[in-house]
């Protein structure tokens, strides 16, 4: 019996060892084809600030921008994001970038368990966007944003079920060190559809304007959606409507800079969940809804340069709970601030310049017991008034306002 069991043990013994060096066999093939792949991605980059310059050797997974798995060394992560997108003065005085360029091997798809890559700020000029990405199924992160592409977005990337970060904006306009505008744009956006892990889509100066009302509703039908920043898209006319609001994760929508021609969209209203919002420099027109002021999450509300109407006395009677930067310059609002502005505990900026006040700040002002504090608005750093009709100081109010950072009081 004895000789049995020992005979049995040392089968499990070279099944057990076998099956090992098997699995060891395999992880280190596994690692080789890694390496050559990244290598083949490497020898497509040009690289004048030798930024790879640790890309050698066998072990990979120090090098600069690479991030592997414990215990099986395959390839997780590649961010190669350019560090210093603005130009530097090196020790010799001479201006300088970091960025890469060159050409994205299509080696980058051998990297079967990659989940994040980031190649933002670089400049792939006048290349499209590999399609080869829309097959690199396990990404969960995609960041190719300020890189210089150009023409369509490739539908494809709509494969991507698994992705939660997507960002190919192309706002470049603010970036000197930069010698190329964008040219990247979108014809039919409805693979967007497909993204449905996706949780952030920036879009900054992507040309939209084939894409008509469609967006709103593609974006409606993300289920896991919590932001998106459509900034300087070429988007026009009205601010559509969903067919049905089902934003229900949403927290952050960027609109700014487009050629919306309408009134604010009050189906936003319904989304509860709403943190910011920026309608900056559009043509909207019309009263600025009351309601804005229950939104009970609200914390950023940008309206700046907009042809919006309104009774600033009714706006800022409204809870506004938990705003905290709050700019509607440039507008056509009207009236005298009303003493219930000192209820917004935790406003921080403040922008009423360039519209149509009267009156003086009110002598006594609420929202010390509210705010819990001594002073009314205890965490206000910053207030524009320029350009109303108001009266000049006249309150101890007005000598807390003065140790603030104030920009124009204007009779």
Request: glycine content about 6%; proline content about 4%; hydrophobic content about 40%.
């Amino acid at each position: 019996m004895e000789r049995i069991l020992v005979f049995i043990l040392v089968i499990l013994y070279f099944i057990s060892t076998e099956i090992a060096c098997n699995g060891h066999t395999h992880i280190n093939n596994n690692v080789q084809y890694e390496q050559k792949a990244l290598i083949d991605f490497k020898n497509g980059l040009t690289d004048p600030n030798n930024r790879l310059s640790s890309w050698k050797g066998n072990n990979y997974c120090y090098w600069h921008g690479i991030g592997c798995e414990n215990g099986t060394g395959f390839v997780v992560s590649i961010d190669l994001r350019n560090p210093y997108p603005y130009p530097l003065e090196n020790e010799y005085g001479n201006q300088s970038y970091m960025n890469l360029s060159g050409v994205i091997s299509h080696s980058l798809i051998k990297l079967k368990y990659l989940k994040y890559l980031d190649l933002s700020f670089n400049s792939f000029k006048a290349i499209t966007i590999p399609q080869f990405f829309g097959s690199m199924k396990n990404l969960i992160y995609l960041n190719l944003s300020h890189c210089g592409f150009i023409g369509e977005i490739p539908s494809n990337l709509g494969n991507l079920s698994n992705l939660q970060y997507l960002d190919f904006s192309s706002d470049l306009s603010y970036y000197n060190a930069f010698e190329y505008s964008s040219n990247l744009f979108i014809e039919n956006i409805e693979w967007m559809t497909s993204l449905v892990s996706l949780k952030h889509l920036s879009a900054n100066s992507v040309n939209l304007s084939m894409v008509g009302s469609q967006w709103i509703e593609v974006l409606n039908k993300l289920p896991m959606l919590i932001e998106f920043h459509l900034h300087n898209c070429n988007l026009f006319k009205s601010i559509p409507s969903p067919s049905f609001v089902n934003f229900t994760s949403l927290s952050v929508i960027v609109i700014s800079s487009n050629r919306f021609n309408s009134t604010f969209p009050e189906w936003l209203l319904n989304v509860s969940s709403l943190v910011s919002i920026d309608m900056s420099w559009n043509i909207l027109h019309g009263k600025i809804p009351l309601g804005l002021g229950e939104l009970p999450n609200l914390q950023h509300l940008d309206l700046y340069g907009n042809y919006l109407e309104g009774s600033i006395s009714q706006l800022l009677r409204k809870s506004w709970k938990k705003i905290e930067f709050l700019n509607l310059h440039e507008n056509y609002l009207h009236g005298s601030i009303p003493s219930s502005i000192g209820n917004f505990c935790n406003l921080q900026y403040l922008d009423l310049s360039y519209n149509n006040l009267n009156g003086s700040l009110p002598d006594i002002i609420n929202g010390t017991e509210i705010c819990n504090s001594k002073s009314p608005l205890p965490n206000l750093r910053e207030l524009h008034l320029q350009h109303n009709q108001l009266q000049e100081f006249n309150s101890k109010l007005h000598w807390k306002l003065l140790q603030l950072t104030i920009f124009g009081f204007e009779l």
